[in-house]
């Protein structure tokens, strides 16, 4: 007996634990359990994996054929802002065995017939709109260089296309009649920027379907162009390109969109070259003053100096509101 109390004792003495190391065995004693149970617990999961890439393969493929879209369906996020233009175009190609295809002219189908061969209904919408404003794809180069047209989807049409003998031939025509007029030093038509249509810019030497859009786009964003400096704000226009063509275009300022100072919100004073916070100081100027009596008044604003005025003041009126 006095042996146990000894041994007792030399227990007790040896294995003293401080509440923190308490706290610390019974922590670890907690996870250890939680291990084992997971570990006995995965025995008894069956897992099925995949073990080659041709199994994976499928699966995808599988996947994608349940959540495939329609061809009609409209895609989302087709478009951004003018300035940055279209960032994702991608065109809803067919099957082989749904596509089927005949000779055809793009420049005389229908929306429903642009979706029928594998356009999207926004992208078959963009090309009719193109036709409608006068543009014209003239040969096959045209047609793919249209920012609608993926290659994909050019390699799988171009041995249908056809274009209009007719029109191609007067457009050759008029560009032999044109070098002709040059080489004889005769005055050029001057074309107005500000109602020109796509097939008048096109028919200017270095102008293609994108570029022409591209001024028309602007010019849209605008209210029309006050000075031909702006085509090199045009996105595509080089430098030699504006060379070239600046002394055959002029600007008729009656045909610009103007906006009044004293009836928009700052949401209605959207403009490229209005800032937001010029808006807003522009509206708050007139509920302090009242209305503007004439657009030089803005000169009075803290934010708006002679430079500003003089590149957005033909774009404002300041009408009454009474």
Not at 12 to 23: A, H, L, V, W, Y
Not at 111 to 126: D, F
Not at 133 to 151: A, E, L, Y
Not at 237 to 252: G, H, V
Request: hydrophobic content about 35%.
């Amino acid at each position: 007996m006095q042996y146990l109390r000894q041994f007792i004792r030399h227990l007790r003495q040896n294995f003293i634990f401080t509440p923190s190391e308490r706290k610390g065995t019974i922590t670890l004693g907690i996870i250890g359990c939680i291990m084992c149970i997971v570990i006995f617990v995965m025995n008894f999961i069956e897992i099925d994996p995949i073990t080659n890439d041709s199994t994976l393969q499928r699966a995808v493929e599988e996947f994608e054929v349940k959540n495939e879209l329609s061809p009609n369906q409209e895609e989302e996020n087709l478009f951004d802002s003018t300035e940055n233009f279209p960032k994702a175009w991608q065109t809803k190609e067919l099957t082989e065995e749904r596509l089927v295809l005949t000779p055809f002219d793009p420049n005389k189908l229908t929306v429903e017939e642009w979706i029928k061969i594998g356009l999207s209904e926004k992208q078959a919408s963009v090309m009719r709109n193109y036709i409608q404003k006068g543009g014209r794809f003239k040969t096959k180069d045209d047609f793919k260089r249209s920012f609608v047209i993926t290659d994909k989807f050019y390699n799988k049409v171009e041995p249908y296309l056809i274009f209009n003998e007719a029109f191609v031939k007067q457009q050759n025509a008029d560009s032999m009649v044109y070098r002709k007029s040059e080489r004889r030093d005769k005055p050029h038509t001057i074309i107005d920027l500000n109602t020109a249509t796509m097939y008048e810019l096109e028919a200017m030497p270095g102008i293609g379907p994108k570029i022409a859009g591209g001024i028309i786009n602007y010019r849209e964003k605008l209210g029309g162009y006050t000075n031909v400096g702006q085509l090199k704000e045009v996105y595509f226009m080089k430098d030699s390109l504006y060379e070239q063509i600046k002394d055959r275009l002029t600007c008729n300022l009656n045909n610009l969109h103007k906006i009044n100072i004293n009836t928009n919100d700052v949401k209605e004073l959207k403009h490229p070259y209005i800032e937001y916070y010029i808006a807003k100081v522009i509206i708050e100027y007139r509920k302090v003053h009242g209305d503007y009596k004439d657009v030089k008044e803005l000169m009075q604003v803290r934010v708006i100096d002679q430079e500003w005025m003089n590149k957005v003041g033909p774009y404002l009126t300041a009408t009454p509101t009474n």
